[in-house]
T-cell receptor
């Protein structure tokens, strides 16, 4: 079956702009999580969605937001971009949230560069 | 501050050698996972351990969960160039939220 699809794969923005990233989970998966990956920091949890509801949120400023649609596809938005937002943004899907220990299936990520 | 500390941060070895990567925390985890991430790809789950003292083997990879469920190790025997990648540990404490370590970059030279 098709894996997790993230678009765009690469993008370059300038400070102050905003960006929207998209994630299509594996068919049948209803939970989508977003992570920010930077060198030396590993994966930092942004938020998790299930059935169009945000279930968990990490410690990121309000400039980072997301949503999930009825078909489980998810988008995340970053407004007023800062240089420090440059990172690989990873989306992961799973069947259900709170499935411990559940397996996360990751997309290839969207690499954002802020100039 | 990372909830999970991984060491070493970087590891470069010759093909055929053994290596061990560590994942430590002061917190107790209900379960712990290891992922491997190759350049340009997302992380892929290798194993999940849930019981203190548990040892799991995956071909040349051996995973151990500490008795107190606060630490874990990944040992690779006779490393191959295909083992090159970023190894990430991730633990579940509460709310089923997965916390990741910063990772260990392993390079296996031919």
């Amino acid at each position: 079956k098709a894996g997790v699809t993230q678009t765009p794969r690469y993008l370059i923005k300038t400070r102050g702009q905003q960006v929207t990233l998209s994630c299509s989970p594996i068919s049948g998966h209803r939970s989508v999580s977003w992570y920010q990956q930077t060198p030396g920091q590993g994966l930092q949890f942004l938020f998790e969605y299930f059935s169009e509801t945000q279930r968990n949120k990490g410690n990121f400023p309000g400039r980072f937001s997301g949503r999930q649609f009825s078909n489980s596809r998810s988008e995340m938005n970053v407004s007023t971009l800062e240089l420090g937002d440059s990172a690989l943004y990873l989306c992961a899907s799973s069947l259900y949230p709170g499935q411990s220990p559940g397996e996360l299936f990751f997309g290839e990520g969207s690499r954002l560069t802020v100039l | 501050t990372q909830l999970l500390e991984q060491s070493p941060q970087f590891l470069s070895i010759q093909e055929g050698e053994n290596l061990t990567v560590y994942c430590n925390s002061s917190s107790v985890f209900s379960s712990l996972q290891w992922y491997r991430q190759e350049p340009g790809e997302g992380p892929v789950l290798l194993v999940t351990v849930v019981t203190g003292g548990e040892v799991k083997k995956l071909k040349r990879l051996t995973f151990q969960f500490g008795d107190a469920r606060k630490d874990s190790s990944l040992h690779i025997t006779a490393a191959q160039t295909g083992d090159t990648g970023l190894y990430l540990c991730a633990g579940v404490i509460r709310d089923y939220k997965l916390s990741f370590g910063a990772g260990t970059t392993v390079t296996v030279r031919a």
